[in-house]
């Protein structure tokens, strides 16, 4: 389960619905944040989560944003679904289902970095119709939906826009981390890529996709993804005029691999270097 459950009809919000769930969305963001902040940089208990010596680190700040996000969620539409990393999937009576990875650069978190945030994303059964950021330490929030893309800071908005770099050789590509192209196919097309642009830097998490939004970057190549690490950074960079599919051209929002662009030319580009990863 993605977001709606298969074969539902999709019930995708729009007008002062559609706004009146953009500020829900926030609203949890705000929520979570005020479950996280004290935890950070307060040295929190780390649990590792993963298997076959792959480190997936997992916290009580984790687990306690997405308590409170559920709790608000089932409280005001106990209707909708929900999807979280920490506490898995709650079919709901509606199509709607949200998305939640309420510390997303949980690596980052532990270090006391700063690129890590909470990720909410609302599906509307078929794809992620709206989606939020909440870095709550430096209080930037980045939204998105048809509504437009936007940031929030000390209680201003300011529109995101994507830039207009067309060609490889002048893009700067963000990678989360190189070690989560597992296959050596995967390795190989990131490292064609990485040959023909200008300048490849590594780090970033969920920030990376919000700052291509916001102008600052080109492309963002990322493998190793759930449906809670890309469905909500979609809509953002969407709204901001960008483009985001998985490394075939088709919609990322199962997970698995995700090419973020900050434009259609430079994004065919891109694609062309990396479709040979996955058939």
Request: overall charge negative; aromatic content about 6%.
């Amino acid at each position: 389960m993605s977001g709606g459950e298969a074969g539902r009809v999709p019930a995708t919000p729009t007008g002062d619905e559609l706004r009146r769930l953009v500020e829900f969305a926030v609203h949890l963001a705000l929520l979570a944040g005020e479950r996280i902040l004290p935890y950070f940089r307060a040295q929190p208990d780390v649990i590792d989560k993963g298997s076959a010596g792959a480190f997936d680190p997992v916290t009580a700040a984790d687990r306690a944003a997405e308590e409170v996000i559920r709790e608000e969620i089932r409280r005001e539409f106990p209707e909708h679904g929900i999807l979280g990393e920490e506490h898995g999937a709650a079919q709901g009576a509606s199509a709607l289902t949200w998305i939640i990875d309420p510390i997303d650069g949980t690596r980052a978190f532990i270090l006391g970095q700063l690129h890590w945030g909470t990720l909410i994303a609302l599906n509307d059964g078929s794809r992620p119709v709206l989606g939020v950021m909440r870095q709550p330490y430096v209080d930037e929030t980045f939204v998105g939906s048809a509504l437009g893309a936007e940031l929030r800071r000390g209680g201003l908005a300011s529109p995101l826009k994507t830039r207009g770099a067309t060609r490889l050789r002048d893009a700067i590509v963000c990678v989360t981390d190189p070690a989560l192209f597992e296959a050596a196919e995967e390795r190989a097309a990131f490292e064609r890529l990485a040959s023909e642009v200008r300048m490849v830097r590594y780090g970033g998490d969920c920030y990376t996709p919000c700052l291509l939004a916001a102008g600052h970057t080109d492309l963002v190549v990322e493998a190793g993804l759930k449906p809670w690490d890309v469905q909500p950074l979609v809509p953002i960079v969407e709204a901001a005029g960008g483009i985001v599919t998985d490394w075939t051209g088709k919609a990322p929002h199962e997970g698995g691999t995700a090419l973020y662009a900050a434009n259609r030319e430079l994004h065919a580009q891109a694609l062309t270097v990396l479709s040979g990863a996955r058939g």
